[in-house]
């Protein structure tokens, strides 16, 4: 297995007879690097210690020894490396494995390299109330083989998760645990405590099933079973995939349910971990991709936005320490999975370790795609002026952005074509709009653009555009 690094200290922590010493050693070539002496809790017959932070590497081997009397019992763990610990959850394009994905052969046979980077996967377990283990276990930690990261469709490894935990292994060069949890079908409610719900006024009871909505759905059960159970563990960070399900589910709650989610499995692994797991850790997001038979409303780039807290980009005020891979130009209309399950995983996983480099590890790399950051409107002219805080690389002049015509109190959504461009300014024709304008929205569509051919992107990164809505304000 992989345990947390410096400078946190990882946990460890286990089961025993009622008020029994437990001894923890670690070791590496028979030689003890260091020794903690713990007592088994009465009530709960649990105990656990933190080790002192250790540099990246290994292999260790780490023995439990329980001493009650004149009884004696040992457990070894053998193998086991210090690096980042990352957990990995969400609905079905989390759960996607490497069988499933574009070039799969290739990816599955790519392991030699990354036996520094170990897998774990939980089981799909739902529970009414916190567990405080996992009941179930699909995959106990591993190094990658082509059997477990390819078993089946939609079970054991998750693609984006191994991928992202393979990008940052080139990048860091040290070992890698990665901690699959997900669910397809899945809504936020089921991976949200009571409490995140409650924070957020979601409506308890009289639920209409929605068809977006195909695995369990009831509040907080796969919280309790999935996620609860890890919360001792020290993690370096977070990533998630998930929201489709919640298209037709609780929709305009997500700007607050996933804010919520993400500040409230904070506070837990924080305190679960004795304080060891950072108090923000690093959590990242993929924004939803695309989707053919979504209806043509805008269900989808609501949720997308929602998914920002409705800044349009993270970290912000409300999702500090957060990043986003932004996935609408990794469209697939022809997966055998269906076009909601594209199965171009390697950009999505490229995207979020740009994220991770970022957010998580400080360095300087251009994790986003260009966003405006001042408008201008030349009414006289009919035109709007689009300041962007980075450069722009126009790829196409597409009927992509919007402008909210109003008059006589009734607005109207109408097609805003590309004028001009320059480095870090585009300009819009508005003159479709003889009203007023209010508002101005870009890539507001369920399939906003074909496969990384959408409008916009950074220059140097092949970073999208993210899509944004903004009103005018005086």
């Known amino acids: 297995m992989v345990l947390q690094k410096e400078p946190a200290g990882a946990v460890i922590w286990g089961y025993g007879t009622s008020e029994a010493t437990v001894t923890v050693t670690l070791y590496r070539d028979q030689e003890t690097i260091m020794e903690k002496v713990t007592s088994v809790k009465a009530h709960s017959n649990s105990w656990m210690v933190v080790l002192d932070p250790m540099k990246p590497g290994g292999p260790y081997e780490v023995m439990a020894q329980q001493t009650f009397g004149k009884t004696n019992f040992t457990l070894r763990v053998h193998d086991v490396l210090f690096g980042d610990v990352w957990l990995c959850s969400g609905q079905s394009n989390m759960q996607m494995t490497v069988s499933q994905i574009f070039n799969a052969t290739r990816e599955l046979a790519n392991t030699?390299?990354?036996?520094?980077?170990?897998?774990?996967?939980?089981?799909?377990?739902?529970?009414?109330?916190?567990?405080?283990?996992?009941?179930?276990?699909?995959?106990?930690?591993?190094?990658?083989?082509?059997?477990?990261?390819?078993?089946?469709?939609?079970?054991?490894?998750?693609?984006?998760?191994?991928?992202?935990?393979?990008?940052?292994?080139?990048?860091?060069?040290?070992?890698?645990?990665?901690?699959?949890?997900?669910?397809?079908?899945?809504?936020?409610?089921?991976?949200?405590?009571?409490?995140?719900?409650?924070?957020?006024?979601?409506?308890?009871?009289?639920?209409?099933?929605?068809?977006?909505?195909?695995?369990?759905?009831?509040?907080?059960?796969?919280?309790?079973?999935?996620?609860?159970?890890?919360?001792?563990?020290?993690?370096?960070?977070?990533?998630?995939?998930?929201?489709?399900?919640?298209?037709?589910?609780?929709?305009?709650?997500?700007?607050?349910?996933?804010?919520?989610?993400?500040?409230?499995?904070?506070?837990?692994?924080?305190?679960?971990?004795?304080?060891?797991?950072?108090?923000?850790?690093?959590?990242?997001?993929?924004?939803?991709s695309?989707?053919?038979?979504?209806?043509?409303?805008?269900?989808?780039?609501?949720?997308?936005?929602?998914?920002?807290?409705?800044?349009?980009?993270?970290?912000?005020?409300?999702?500090?320490?957060?990043?986003?891979?932004?996935?609408?130009?990794?469209?697939?209309?022809k997966s055998p999975f269906g076009s909601i399950h594209p199965r171009d995983k390697q950009t999505v996983a490229y995207r979020l370790h740009l994220g991770a480099r970022a957010v998580a590890y400080g360095e300087k790399v251009i994790f986003q795609g260009p966003l405006p950051e001042k408008m201008e409107l030349l009414a006289d002219?009919?035109?709007?002026?689009?300041?962007?805080?980075?450069?722009?690389?126009?790829?196409?002049?597409?009927?992509?952005?919007?402008?909210?015509?109003?008059?006589?109190?009734?607005c109207k959504w109408l097609p805003a074509p590309m004028d001009a461009f320059s480095a870090q300014t585009l300009t819009l024709s508005t003159g479709s709009c003889h009203g007023t304008l209010a508002a101005v929205r870009y890539a507001w569509a369920t399939w906003p653009c074909e496969y990384k051919q959408c409008p916009i992107y950074h220059p140097s990164s092949t970073l999208p555009a993210p899509p944004f809505i903004a009103f005018m304000t005086n």
């Open 381 to 410: 002219k009919g035109l709007l002026n689009l300041m962007y805080s980075q450069e722009i690389q126009v790829q196409r002049q597409d009927k992509i952005f919007e402008i909210s015509c109003c008059s006589d109190h009734q």
């Open 290 to 333: 695309s989707y053919l038979s979504a209806p043509s409303d805008d269900t989808f780039p609501q949720i997308r936005w929602h998914q920002t807290a409705d800044f349009g980009y993270v970290p912000n005020l409300r999702m500090p320490n957060t990043f986003m891979a932004v996935a609408m130009d990794l469209c697939d209309r």
């Open 112 to 288: 030699a390299a990354y036996q520094s980077v170990r897998i774990f996967s939980v089981s799909l377990i739902q529970a009414e109330q916190e567990l405080e283990d996992l009941a179930k276990v699909d995959l106990q930690w591993a190094k990658p083989t082509t059997e477990n990261l390819g078993h089946g469709i939609f079970q054991y490894m998750s693609a984006v998760c191994w991928l992202f935990g393979r990008n940052l292994y080139d990048t860091l060069q040290y070992p890698i645990g990665l901690i699959s949890s997900s669910w397809g079908g899945t809504p936020i409610e089921a991976w949200s405590s009571e409490r995140s719900l409650k924070a957020c006024g979601v409506p308890t009871q009289g639920f209409t099933q929605s068809n977006s909505v195909t695995g369990p759905s009831n509040h907080s059960v796969l919280w309790n079973a999935m996620i609860h159970p890890l919360h001792n563990m020290t993690l370096k960070g977070v990533i998630w995939y998930q929201g489709e399900s919640n298209m037709n589910f609780n929709r305009d709650l997500y700007n607050c349910t996933f804010p919520a989610l993400i500040e409230d499995w904070r506070q837990t692994f924080h305190h679960g971990s004795q304080g060891q797991t950072e108090r923000f850790f690093p959590f990242g997001f993929v924004q939803l």
